[in-house]
């Protein structure tokens, strides 16, 4: 019996038990079919656009199209053909891994030019193409909800349970409140105790457009994204695929905004208590101000196929732990900011 012996079998033992790193997805698939609205027959040939982009397919001869590596967001499609009346679906979501699925139905027409039909496309309410349990939280919810940074977003997903710094362990819900969850106080460093599927903290994998945040040493995440700087955040709590690796009880997916057309357009918001803490500065002494700055657009004098996404934070403290009794003021300044570069 011959056993194998040598140098070399530490390096293959350590080959096979290195982790495999993949990287997630940060686009989606847009697919469909498109059939005569009168006969129900497939219409090969037609053309469907996203509208502001140059993404684009044409219907092979069963009327089925493919439109591939979409970035996360909300679009305009627009099918035509000459001797059918263009038709367009708004508010078609992509997802980030995910395929969205819209048909269209074309009226034939005598060569005339009418109005384009607008129809509103609407989430279906169970997704053939999810694999695994998902909650998607898009920009526009996010606008809406009390948080500045990714944790914030996380903590109020239905199933996850986080560990206050200090306290006993919470059920997360609307009045969910941890370092950087609402607002108040951003951090850049700990994993404030997300926990998932009764996992520890350091068994989820935080993942940013496909690249892995943990902390090589301890695992969590080493540092969390300004809601400003957010497109989609996917909560994955069971069922995950093989892609993400070095994940035990759930997957964080935060997927980042691209650039847009135009030279340069933005947001500025700021959010400050110098309202309420001058009423009484002697016991309420916050002094918290928090500056948010996203930027996007097309990089000029490069072509048009470069686009550039900017965001920035800068929060500043007067008090990290205010009292009701007047205490020795403790300035801190905290800077964040993120770019990115599509091409």
Same mark, same amino acid.
Request: hydrophobic share 35%; proline share 6%.
């Given at each position: 019996?011959?056993?194998?012996? $040598?140098?070399?079998?530490?390096?293959?033992? #350590?080959?096979?038990?290195?982790?495999?790193?993949?990287?997630?997805?940060?686009?989606? !698939?847009?697919?469909?079919?498109?059939?005569? !609205?009168?006969?129900?027959?497939?219409?090969?040939?037609? =053309?469907?656009?996203?509208?502001? @982009?140059? &993404?684009?397919?044409?219907?092979?001869?069963?009327?089925?199209?493919?439109?591939?590596?979409?970035?996360?967001?909300?679009?305009?499609?627009? %099918?035509? &053909?000459?001797?059918?009346?263009?038709?367009?679906?708004?508010?078609?979501?992509? =997802?980030?891994?995910? /395929?969205?699925?819209?048909?269209?139905?074309?009226?034939?027409?005598?060569?005339?030019?009418?109005?384009?039909?607008?129809?509103?496309?609407?989430?279906?309410?169970?997704?053939?193409?999810? @694999?695994?349990?998902?909650?998607?939280?898009?920009?526009?919810?996010?606008?809406?909800?009390?948080?500045?940074?990714?944790?914030?977003?996380?903590?109020? @997903?239905?199933?996850?349970?986080?560990?206050?710094?200090?306290?006993?362990?919470?059920?997360?819900?609307?009045?969910?409140?941890?370092?950087?969850?609402?607002?108040?106080?951003?951090?850049? /460093?700990?994993?404030?105790?997300?926990?998932?599927?009764?996992?520890?903290?350091?068994?989820?994998?935080?993942?940013?457009?496909?690249? *892995?945040?943990?902390?090589?040493?301890?695992?969590?995440?080493?540092? =969390?994204?300004?809601?400003?700087?957010?497109?989609?955040?996917?909560?994955?709590?069971? $069922? #995950?695929?093989?892609?993400?690796?070095? %994940? &035990?009880?759930?997957?964080?997916?935060?997927?980042?905004?691209?650039?847009?057309?135009?030279?340069?357009?933005? /947001?500025?918001?700021? *959010?400050?208590?110098?309202?309420?803490?001058?009423?009484?500065?002697?016991?309420?002494?916050?002094?918290?101000?928090?500056?948010?700055?996203?930027? !996007?657009?097309?990089?000029? #004098?490069?072509?048009?196929?470069?686009?550039?996404? #900017?965001? $920035?934070?800068? +929060?500043?403290?007067?008090?990290? *732990?205010?009292?009701?009794?007047?205490?020795?003021?403790?300035?801190?300044? @905290? +800077?964040?900011?993120? $770019?990115?570069?599509?091409?």
């Amino acid at each position: 019996m011959n056993i194998l012996r $040598g140098p070399f079998v530490p390096v293959i033992l #350590f080959l096979l038990i290195l982790p495999v790193c993949v990287w997630a997805g940060t686009t989606g !698939k847009i697919v469909g079919t498109i059939q005569d !609205k009168e006969t129900g027959e497939a219409i090969p040939g037609v =053309s469907v656009v996203v509208e502001g @982009t140059t &993404m684009g397919a044409s219907t092979d001869a069963d009327g089925r199209y493919f439109i591939i590596n979409v970035p996360v967001g909300t679009y305009t499609l627009k %099918a035509s &053909m000459i001797g059918y009346t263009p038709q367009k679906q708004v508010k078609v979501k992509a =997802s980030a891994d995910l /395929t969205t699925t819209v048909d269209f139905k074309l009226a034939s027409t005598v060569l005339e030019l009418p109005e384009a039909i607008t129809v509103t496309a609407e989430r279906p309410m169970v997704d053939q193409s999810r @694999t695994s349990t998902m909650h998607i939280t898009t920009a526009t919810e996010i606008t809406s909800m009390p948080v500045s940074t990714s944790d914030g977003v996380v903590v109020n @997903t239905a199933g996850v349970v986080f560990d206050r710094i200090g306290g006993p362990v919470s059920q997360a819900g609307p009045a969910a409140t941890v370092q950087g969850a609402e607002g108040d106080r951003p951090t850049d /460093t700990a994993n404030p105790g997300i926990n998932l599927r009764g996992g520890r903290d350091n068994e989820v994998l935080f993942m940013v457009d496909g690249l *892995s945040i943990n902390d090589p040493i301890i695992g969590g995440q080493s540092t =969390s994204m300004s809601t400003n700087a957010i497109a989609e955040v996917q909560v994955i709590t069971g $069922g #995950f695929n093989a892609e993400y690796g070095n %994940a &035990m009880s759930g997957v964080v997916n935060i997927v980042t905004p691209e650039g847009g057309p135009g030279l340069i357009h933005g /947001t500025y918001k700021v *959010s400050t208590d110098k309202g309420v803490s001058s009423m009484d500065t002697d016991r309420y002494d916050f002094g918290d101000d928090n500056h948010f700055l996203s930027l !996007k657009g097309t990089l000029p #004098f490069v072509g048009s196929g470069i686009k550039y996404f #900017f965001s $920035g934070n800068l +929060y500043l403290a007067d008090d990290w *732990s205010p009292r009701l009794h007047k205490l020795n003021n403790h300035p801190q300044q @905290t +800077y964040r900011g993120q $770019g990115k570069l599509t091409y």
